[in-house]
């Protein structure tokens, strides 16, 4: 009985504590860096696109959301040339960005995306592309790398030994 | 000519108040509950929120209103009336104030223990009529829980009864000018507040519609505004619970400086508010606790509580 009115009066005392309410639209929510939601397309330091087209987001894409179709330029740098994803099947699971080799598909604390009609939450490269680096603002695939594009030959990257001739060391 | 004016006036006042508080508190119980869960509640319709009981009206009224065919047609589509005839008429006996009263019965309270009780068969009828094992179920229960504490409610308001010397409410409350029954009448006040609550079948006593368990007891059926009138008429049933337990038990319109009005009003909102907040605060019992703690302790108290007020009244002479 007595536990019965504690009860009552400890409720009644919840009164006067800290609203735990968060009123959105005027009051937004903290959102963690890391936090998985609206997917960018990020550049290399240099401000060229760091997307290969390699195919890997789209195939570990449980919802098949993302499209994509590689091409190459004449320096030998393969880029994609459309790339689409349809966030209204997106589940934002962030597997693409655990599967990029490249850094190059990342997910940002942004959540706002909704819309009246569900072809405008298709999202093309121009809407996917940002300016900048995103979360990883040195790395630089091709300068890491040990594929030959015009300007850099095979073993010019960072830490990378020259290439050897197999055949030197046939005896 | 002029006294039937004033009594027709005072009908559609009394009217008008009470299906506006059943509404109003439709706005108080949601804000009142999130204060007491660290929560805001609805603010966003209106000033405070206020307006969120016109989208409430306004959502409800316009919703389908769905008889099931395997329903019993008419008795399902009376039962949700019985509730809100049976608590709108036991408006009719409580005196506001000195004069405003519907109809100053010599027998007001055995009228309201009345209205209370024929308000039970709204709920048994809806379970029986929806044709339906949940709802069946729920009507199952409100049927028993509603009878045993039936039994007491009456009971524990007789000491009252006998303080006062009469059945008529304005002379119940005129004999509380000295003393406010609810100290002599402690044990009844906590008996009547409990069986009220019982008959109500408001949170923690909610047996008949226990949403965990029966998805929603004997309204499981029930869309559109014939739902909308069970859920005016429990809002009807605490405001009606709160004028009389402030009738009964709280001096009624006695109180200094504010006009009488104001006072019955004020008492009514705090015991309205002492209803929410047993609703945040209680969980519900089991069934079978509810019956034993209704037949073996609740029962006794009241047949003690009765005894004693008569040993006491007879001695004092």
Redesign the interface.
Known sequence: MLS?LD??W???L??F?????V?YPEEKPYLPPRYRGRIILSRDPDGEERCVACYLCAAACPVDCISLQATETEDGRRYPEFFRINFSRCIFCGFCEEACPTYAIQLTPDFEMGDYQRQNLVYEKEDLLISGPGKYPDYNFYRVAGLAIRGKGKGEGENEMPPVDVYDLVP | MNQVVQSLLIVGGVLFVALNIAAGLIWLERRLLALWQDRLGPNRVGPFGLLQVLADVIKIFTKEDWVPPFADRPVFVIAPAVIIVAVLLSFAVIPFAPGIVVADLNVGLLFFLAMSSLGVYSVVLAGWASNNKYALLGGLRSAAQLLSYEVFMGLSLMGVVMMAGSFRLSDIVEAQRGLWFCIPQFLGLVIFFIAGLAESHRLPLDLPEAEAELVAGYHAEYSGMKFGMFFVGEYLGITVLSAMIVTLFFGGWLGPILPPIVWFLLKTFVLICFFILLRASLPRPRYDQLMAFGWKRMLPLSLVNLAVTGGVLLAVG
Not at chain 1, 17 to 21: A, G, Y
């Open positions: 019965v009860t009552i400890t409720v009644f919840h009164m504590r800290k609203r735990e309410t009123q």
